[in-house]
C-alpha cells in the first residue's frame, strides 16, 4: 500500500517536473549574466530585457500581437457566444454536431491549415495582413467560448427563465438581468482561453500576417537567426501573459473538468 | 456451520472512526445474528453510513475489531469480505448489460461461463428481471435497477447483504411494493441483510432488530415493537413515530405534569414525558383516567384515516391528538373548546431527555 | 416557433460563416490544389494524380516515418496523460486539484519557447547531461538526446501532455464512485476494475486525447526543424518545404491531404483496437 503510494508520488513529481522545468529554465536564464543556456546561470542581471527593450522589433511585435490578441479575444466572445445561444436554441442533436463541427479547426495540424489558408489568400489575392491573421485564429479560438458557453447554457435550468418571463422581464431584460450574470464569469474565462490560444499561435500566424512582426513571429526569427539571448526575456514575457491569462481564466470557468 | 449456533455471524467491537478532527463512531459495540434483518436507523450524519461501509470493507476503523463467524476481517478489503453490497444509487455498470452486471462478482471469482449462466438466470428469474436482462441500466426504471442491483449482490451468496438507503431513489407507491418485496426475499433466501436508511417507518417495515444511532453511537437496539413501544430516551422517541414529548422535573422520585404526579424511579433531573398521539382520549368533562389534563383545541386537521386535533394544554405545552372520525362527528368538540386530555400511565413513559 | 429556430440560425451565422470562409473554403481549395500542377512557377489547373502519385513513391518513407513517430508520441502521450489523470482522480486525495491547476497552466507556456528550452535542455552541454555527468551516471555526454528522433518525441510529449489530460480527465470525472466501490465489492482488484469498469467508460476520453496528440504531432515541422537534426524529416518539413521554398503547392497540398487521410485512419485503426482489446481483456 505505502509502495504504492510512494510510486505514484514519484510520477506525479517526475511529471510535474517534466512539465514545469523547461518553463522554469527559460525564466531562470533570462535573468542571468551566462549568454549560452547552460548552467551556471551567471549574475543576476536586467540586461538581456534591457537589450529586449532598446530594439524597435520588440514595441513592433508587441504592438501587433495586442491588437490581434485584443481583436481575437472580442470576436471570439462575441460570435462564440451568440452562436452557443444558436445552438442551445437548435436542439440537442443537430447543436451537438454543429459543436462538434465547428470545433474541428482545434484538432486540425496547425500547418495543415495554415498553408491552406495562405494559398486560399493568395488565389483570391486578399492582402495579409490584420485583415486575414484575425479571422484566422478565430476560426480555432472560438470553439473555446461555443464549448464553454454551450455546456453552460445547456446545464441551466429552464425555470429561472420562466419565472423571470412570469415576472413580467421581457427577453432583453432576461438576457441582461439573468442569463448575462450567469454566464459572466465562464465568458470571460473562455475569452482568455482563446486570447492565450491566439497569443501562443506561432504557424498560422506566420502563414497568414504577411510582413509584420508578433511575439511568436519575432521569437521565430531569433531562433533561427542567432543565438540572441534576450530570447528568454521575450519568452519570459510571452510566458507571463499567457500563464496570467489562463491562470484568471481557469479560476473564472471554475474548471474542474 | 458455525460449531456454536448462538454466537453472532457478525460482531464489532469497539469501533471508532473520526475524520479530520471530525468524530463519525463513536466506540460502539454492534452483533448481528444469522438471519436479522438489521436496521441502521438514524437522521443524517449519525454515522450510520459509515458504519455499514466499515462493516462492507470501504473504510478501515480506527480502532476495534470487525469478525464475521469468529474471524477477523478488520484488516481484509471489500473484495475478499463475504459480505456484499446494494450502492445507494445502485451503483451499475453503465457500460454492462443487466445479465453482465449479476454475472460480474462470478467473473471475478473465475467461475466459467457455463458454471455461471444458470446461477445467473435462477437469480434473474427470482428478482422478476429475466425479460431485462440484455438491456443496459440507462434504458431501466429506478425500481428495475434497484433488482438488478439486488441480483448483483445476492448471486454471491453473501454471508451478509448490506444495503444503503435500498429505497431512497423510489417514489411512494413503489418504495411500499419494494418493501414487502425485500421482507419476503429475506425471509425466502434465509440470509442475513442490514440495511441502512433515515425513514423510521421504512425501518419498521423492514427489519426484525433497529439499531437507532445518533452522533456516532447506537441508542437504542431491539425490536421493531420494542423501540416504538418503550424508546429509550426522547431522541428515540421522537424519531420512530409520532409522538409526544413534554418537558418535566422529576423530584424525589415523583413527577408533576398539571395536577398530576406521577411516580418515576431515578434521580432528580429535567425528564420528559413521552406519549403517543393515539393513546390519548379527549373528553368534555373530566374523566377518571391516570392522567389528565385540562387544555383547549387549537386546530382540527381532516388527515384521510384519521382527525388530529392539536391541543394547548394548561401547562402551555401543545399536544397532539389523533382520534377516529367518528368522535369529530358527535358535535361537542370544536376549536376553541375546552376539552380534558387523558391517557393511561402505561401508555406514557418517564424518558431521560437527550 | 418558426421565429425562434430562425433566429437561433441567425445567431449561429456569423461563426458559421467564418468556419466556411476560414476552414472548410481553404481545406477544400487546398484538395482541388492537389490535383493541380506548377509550371515555370505558375499554378495549371489541371486533373493530375502526379501529385498523389509522388506522395505515394517518393514520399512514402516520409509519410511512413511521420505516422509511426507521431503514432509513438500519440501512444506514449495518451499513457502519461491516463497515468496523471488517473492520479489527479483516485490517488492525490486533496493534492489532486493543485496537480490539475498545475498541469493546465503549462497548457499555453509558448509553444516556441518549449522547443527553445528543450533545445538548451538537451544539448550536450545541456543540463540534463551535465546532471548526469555529474551524478556519474555517465562518463561522456550523450550526444543523441539532442538533434534525434529523441529530441523529437520528448520535445512533442512536454507540449502535448497538457492537452491530452484535458479530455481524459474529464472522463474520468464522469464515471461515478458507486460502479467502481461495486466492482470492489464484487472481488475485482484494482487492474481488474482499471479494464473492466474504468477503460470502457472513458473510451471518447483516452481516443480524443490521443487523436489530437497524433494530428498535432503528425503536421509538426517547427520541432523537427529545431531539435530533431539533419536526419529527422517529418512530413510537415516536406510541405513546408514544397509550399515555400519550391513554390510548389499542388504537391505540398497532396502531401497534407495524405498526411491526413493516413492520420485519421490510423485513429480509426486505434479506436477499433481499443474497443478490442478492452472486450478480449474481459473475458
Redesign the interface.
Given at each position: 500500500m505505502t509502495a504504492r503510494?510512494l510510486g505514484?508520488s514519484i510520477?506525479?513529481t517526475l511529471?510535474?517536473a517534466?512539465?514545469?522545468?523547461?518553463?522554469v529554465?527559460?525564466v531562470a536564464?533570462s535573468f542571468g549574466e551566462n549568454p549560452?543556456?547552460?548552467?551556471p546561470f551567471g549574475e543576476p542581471t536586467l540586461k538581456w530585457y534591457r537589450k529586449l527593450f532598446a530594439g524597435d522589433e520588440f514595441w513592433n511585435a508587441l504592438y501587433n500581437s495586442a491588437v490581434i490578441t485584443l481583436s481575437v479575444g472580442l470576436l471570439s466572445a462575441?460570435?462564440?457566444t451568440?452562436?452557443a445561444?444558436?445552438?442551445v436554441?437548435?436542439g440537442k442533436r443537430l447543436s451537438e454536431a454543429?459543436v462538434r463541427?465547428?470545433s474541428?479547426?482545434?484538432?486540425?495540424?496547425?500547418?495543415?491549415?495554415a498553408?491552406?489558408?495562405?494559398?486560399?489568400f493568395s488565389?483570391t489575392r486578399i492582402p495579409l495582413g490584420f485583415g486575414t491573421v484575425v479571422?484566422?485564429h478565430?476560426?480555432f479560438t472560438?470553439p473555446f467560448v461555443?464549448l464553454v458557453i454551450y455546456a453552460r447554457l445547456a446545464a441551466f435550468d429552464h425555470a429561472l427563465f420562466d419565472s423571470a418571463r412570469d415576472l413580467g422581464a421581457s427577453r432583453a431584460q432576461i438576457f441582461l438581468t439573468i442569463t448575462l450574470p450567469l454566464i459572466a464569469p465562464s465568458l470571460i474565462g473562455a475569452t482568455l482561453l482563446a486570447m492565450?490560444?491566439s497569443?501562443?499561435?506561432?504557424?498560422i500566424t506566420f502563414f497568414t500576417i504577411g510582413g509584420g512582426m508578433t511575439f511568436?513571429t519575432l521569437?521565430?526569427g531569433m531562433?533561427r537567426t542567432s543565438l540572441d539571448p534576450s530570447?528568454n526575456a521575450l519568452?519570459t514575457l510571452?510566458?507571463a501573459a499567457?500563464?496570467g491569462?489562463?491562470?484568471v481564466a481557469?479560476k473564472l470557468t471554475n474548471?474542474?473538468? | 456451520m458455525p460449531s456454536t449456533n448462538d454466537a453472532p455471524l457478525l460482531r464489532l467491537t469497539g469501533v471508532t472512526k473520526a475524520f479530520g478532527s471530525q468524530t463519525a463512531l463513536q466506540p460502539l459495540d454492534l452483533s448481528v445474528a444469522r438471519g436479522d434483518f438489521l436496521a441502521l436507523l438514524g437522521p443524517s450524519g449519525c454515522g450510520k453510513t459509515t458504519l455499514l461501509r466499515i462493516i462492507g470493507g470501504f473504510l478501515s476503523p480506527d480502532k476495534g475489531t470487525v469478525e464475521i463467524d469468529g474471524r477477523d476481517i478488520t484488516a481484509i478489503g471489500p473484495e475478499h469480505r463475504p459480505i456484499n453490497m446494494v450502492f445507494q444509487g445502485y451503483g451499475l455498470f453503465p457500460h454492462m448489460t443487466v445479465r453482465e452486471n449479476v454475472g460480474y462478482g462470478l467473473k471475478i471469482a473465475g467461475h466459467a461461463r457455463d458454471k455461471r449462466e444458470p446461477q445467473v438466470n435462477a437469480m434473474l428469474e427470482m428478482m422478476h428481471i429475466a425479460t431485462l436482462a440484455d438491456r443496459l441500466p440507462g434504458e431501466l426504471s429506478g425500481g428495475q435497477q434497484q433488482r438488478v442491483a439486488l441480483a448483483r449482490a445476492l448471486v454471491m451468496k453473501p454471508s451478509v447483504l448490506l444495503l444503503d438507503e435500498p429505497l431512497a431513489a423510489l417514489d411512494l407507491q413503489l418504495r411500499k411494493s419494494m418493501q414487502s418485496e425485500l421482507r419476503n426475499l429475506h425471509r425466502e433466501i434465509g440470509g442475513t441483510f442490514i440495511c441502512v436508511t433515515h425513514d423510521q417507518s421504512e425501518a419498521i417495515g423492514l427489519a426484525n432488530r433497529i439499531a437507532v444511532m445518533n452522533a456516532g453511537r447506537i441508542v437504542q437496539e431491539g425490536t421493531p415493537e420494542d423501540i416504538y413501544k418503550r424508546p429509550a430516551n426522547t431522541f428515540v422517541a421522537g424519531f420512530i413515530g409520532d409522538s409526544n414529548i413534554l418537558p418535566l422535573m422529576r423530584r424525589s422520585g415523583v413527577c408533576t405534569l398539571a395536577s398530576n404526579s406521577i411516580a418515576s424511579d431515578g434521580p432528580d433531573a429535567q425528564v420528559a414525558m413521552m406519549v403517543r398521539p393515539t393513546d390519548i382520549q379527549l373528553s368534555e368533562i373530566k374523566p377518571t383516567a391516570d392522567i389528565c389534563v385540562p387544555g383547549q383545541v387549537a386546530d382540527i386537521v381532516f388527515m384521510g384515516d384519521h382527525v388530529k386535533f392539536v391541543v394547548v394544554i394548561e401547562t402551555g405545552d401543545t399536544l397532539a391528538v389523533h382520534r377516529p372520525h367518528a368522535e369529530c362527528d358527535t358535535g361537542w368538540i370544536g376549536r376553541g373548546v375546552p376539552v380534558f386530555a387523558s391517557w393511561s400511565r402505561n401508555d406514557s413513559h418517564v424518558l431521560d431527555r437527550t | 416557433m418558426r421565429d425562434a429556430r430562425l433566429r437561433a440560425i441567425a445567431a449561429v451565422m456569423p461563426s458559421l460563416l467564418v468556419w466556411i470562409g476560414f476552414f472548410l473554403a481553404p481545406l477544400v481549395y487546398l484538395f482541388i490544389v492537389s490535383f493541380w500542377r506548377v509550371r515555370q512557377y505558375r499554378l495549371v489547373t489541371d486533373a493530375t494524380l502526379d501529385n498523389y502519385i509522388a506522395a505515394g513513391s517518393e514520399y512514402q518513407h516520409a509519410i511512413l516515418f511521420t505516422v509511426v513517430l507521431a503514432g509513438f508520441v500519440g501512444l506514449l502521450t495518451t499513457v502519461l496523460a491516463f497515468a496523471l489523470a488517473y492520479l489527479i482522480r483516485f490517488h492525490a486525495g486533496r493534492f489532486g486539484n493543485a496537480l490539475l491547476l498545475t498541469v493546465l497552466t503549462t497548457l499555453f507556456g509558448g509553444y516556441l519557447v518549449k522547443i527553445y528550452a528543450w533545445k538548451g535542455l538537451l544539448g550536450s552541454d545541456g543540463i540534463v547531461n551535465r546532471a548526469l555527468l555529474e551524478t556519474g551516471l555517465i562518463s561522456q555526454p550523450i550526444t543523441w538526446l539532442l538533434y534525434s528522433p529523441i529530441a523529437v518525441v520528448i520535445t512533442l510529449v512536454s507540449f502535448l501532455l497538457p492537452y491530452a489530460v484535458l479530455p481524459i480527465n474529464a472522463a474520468l470525472r464522469g464515471i461515478a464512485d458507486a460502479p467502481i466501490e461495486a466492482a470492489r465489492d464484487l472481488g475485482a482488484r484494482p487492474v481488474r476494475i482499471l479494464i473492466d469498469v474504468i477503460l470502457p467508460q472513458c473510451e471518447r476520453g483516452v481516443l480524443t486525447a490521443f487523436a489530437l496528440a497524433f494530428f498535432i504531432s503528425a503536421g509538426d515541422y517547427v520541432t523537427p526543424q529545431l531539435v530533431g537534426g539533419p536526419e529527422t524529416f517529418m512530413i510537415g518539413n516536406f510541405i513546408q518545404s514544397q509550399y515555400v521554398n519550391r513554390m510548389n503547392a499542388p504537391i505540398g497540398s497532396a502531401l497534407a491531404v495524405v498526411t491526413m487521410l493516413a492520420t485519421l485512419a490510423a485513429v480509426a485503426l486505434v479506436s477499433f483496437l481499443y474497443r478490442r482489446a478492452l472486450r478480449a481483456c474481459s473475458t
Open positions: 503510494s505514484w510520477f506525479g511529471m510535474v517534466f512539465l514545469v522545468a523547461p518553463l529554465l527559460v536564464f549560452h543556456a547552460t548552467l462575441v460570435l462564440g451568440a452562436a445561444f444558436g445552438f436554441a437548435l454543429g463541427l465547428v474541428l479547426p482545434v484538432m486540425l495540424p496547425p500547418l495543415v491549415l498553408l491552406a489558408l495562405a494559398s486560399a488565389a479571422p484566422s478565430l476560426v472560438q461555443i492565450a490560444v497569443l501562443d499561435d506561432f504557424v511568436s521569437i521565430w531562433l530570447i519568452g510571452v510566458l499567457t500563464l491569462l489562463s491562470i481557469l474548471y474542474r473538468g | - | -
